[in-house]
């Protein structure tokens, strides 16, 4: 399941610096230097200001591209979109997909972290992945009770709404209708395995991100790429290049018409930076300089 997790959410309300987080490209046919922004979504405005580099960053490009535009994403539609895709055929109910067992520990973990007063049984017209993100913001407020307000959107969004006020072109290399479709790619019964195992695995979810949110901290993405792709508590070589590196390759068409005509910061979750696979070795490969913005 942290296979999904970690998609869902890079995730914790953690102090991050400078250095490999914020990366300068230069060189191949840039019009001017433009920079890529590895994020976490559960952060919000006030961060801004804490990465060295950043705020210079938003003000000295030309746009702003994120993975989704903000006003999109935040729209009722979107919402009524969301909430669509969430329900489940009639004929594959929560009930209908899981064994009697299965169902029994979901709907544990469920009443526990509503106090006994839901239980699975209201969740039963969800798909599975809907209630996998219900629980996972459940199993945020439990463990990280400190976790900032995500009332402007999150850190992807929020750095969207800085460059739209100092009147940055903002744009996005996913519609929300593709969004919508990674989230609910899988099959029910993909889904309903996924939820199982993030439910037998629910005491370890505090510790397993709280070691994500160190390695992020300490800005060591070698370091968190071995633990993402760890195929027992990790996402796993098959998950990174479903969620992340399979996006890139298709995100640099965008990426590389981009540069040689408008300087751009790219914002989008640290995993799409790591790796092989990631954006940083990707620029590289078609020749352009990526660096660390290092603090002063």
Excluded at 91 to 105: F, G, M, N, V
Excluded at 211 to 217: A, I, N, V
Aim: hydrophobic share 40%.
């Amino acid at each position: 399941m942290k296979k999904v997790l970690f998609f869902l959410v890079l995730m914790m309300n953690c102090v991050v610096a400078q250095g490999q987080l914020l990366w300068r490209i230069t060189g191949g046919n840039c019009y001017k230097p433009s920079y890529l922004f590895g994020t976490i979504h559960l952060e919000t405005s006030n961060y801004i200001d804490s990465v060295a580099g950043l705020p210079e960053a938003i003000a000295s490009v030309d746009a702003i591209y994120g993975e989704v535009v903000r006003d999109e994403m935040l729209s009722k539609s979107t919402m009524s979109k969301v909430l669509k895709e969430s329900l489940a055929p009639a004929d594959s109910t929560i009930d209908r997909l899981l064994t009697p067992e299965e169902y029994r520990l979901v709907d544990s973990v469920v009443r526990s972290y509503m106090m006994g007063l839901i239980g699975l049984d209201r969740l039963n017209k969800l798909k599975p992945m809907a209630i996998v993100m219900q629980l996972e913001a459940m199993q945020m407020a439990k463990y990280f009770p400190d976790l900032k307000s995500l009332a402007d959107g999150g850190l992807d969004l929020a750095v969207q709404s800085r460059g739209s006020e100092l009147g940055k072109y903002v744009g996005g290399f996913e519609t929300v209708e593709q969004q919508i479709a990674i989230a609910y790619g899988s099959t029910l019964e993909e889904q309903a395995r996924d939820l199982v195992d993030m439910c037998a695995k629910d005491k370890d979810f505090g510790d397993y991100n709280k070691q994500l949110c160190d390695l992020y901290h300490s800005q060591d993405l070698k370091a968190l790429e071995r633990l993402l792709l760890d195929p027992e508590r990790g996402m796993g070589v098959e998950g990174l290049e479903r969620l992340s590196y399979s996006r890139n390759r298709k995100w640099m068409d965008k990426i590389v018409a981009t540069l040689p005509i408008q300087s751009m910061l790219i914002v989008v979750g640290a995993a799409h930076l790591m790796g092989e696979g990631g954006l940083i070795e990707l620029l590289r490969s078609r020749g352009y300089v990526v660096e660390a913005v290092d603090a002063p």
